[in-house]
């Protein structure tokens, strides 16, 4: 389902205003450095996911993830100071594993290519393509001869 542009331009202006927020507002030790990568409204603009991303290891993401659920009434309230809507939509805050995803998939990449180029596939001539004729063979040659000369 597509998003709409006011669901994006929303999404965009919170995570902007959020991410000010946290680096100048916010002065709790357990939300440490997070980036905010995107956010995903709701078409009712009632919910904003928020995914963020942060370096370390699981215990401390559960640490940021709690300081982020602490900080949360705060930041709903200067959002509601700073972006004129109607309604102040509630903040969900989520980590975003997007980007250990993305690091799986080029960390593959890279495995296949080092493999190949340990390991290279040899043709038997270099200008076969599998499945073709070998060279200088015809398509007459590889008819069956049934023994008539006409």
């Excluded at 370390?56 to 640490?63: K, P």
């Excluded at 300081?67 to 969900?92: D, M, S, W, Y």
């Excluded at 390991?119 to 007459?140: F, K, L």
Aim: hydrophobic content about 35%.
């Amino acid at each position: 389902m597509a998003r709409g542009i006011r669901q994006e331009r929303v999404g965009e202006e919170i995570r902007q205003e959020l991410a000010t927020l946290l680096a100048r507002e916010v002065h709790d030790p357990g939300i440490g450095f997070v980036t905010l990568t995107r956010t995903k409204v709701s078409p009712d603009l009632q919910l904003v996911r928020v995914f963020y991303t942060m370096m370390g290891d699981e215990r401390s993401r559960r640490e940021t993830q709690r300081a982020l659920e602490r900080a949360t009434a705060f930041l709903r309230r200067q959002i509601g100071l700073r972006i004129r809507l109607r309604r102040v939509p509630e903040l969900r805050f989520e980590f975003d594993r997007s980007i250990e995803h993305q690091d799986r998939i080029e960390q593959l990449l890279i495995d296949i290519a080092e493999e190949r180029r340990l390991h290279p596939i040899v043709d038997d001539e270099p200008g076969d393509a599998p499945g073709a004729e070998p060279s200088g063979a015809t398509a007459a040659d590889a008819r069956p001869d049934d023994g008539d000369p006409s």
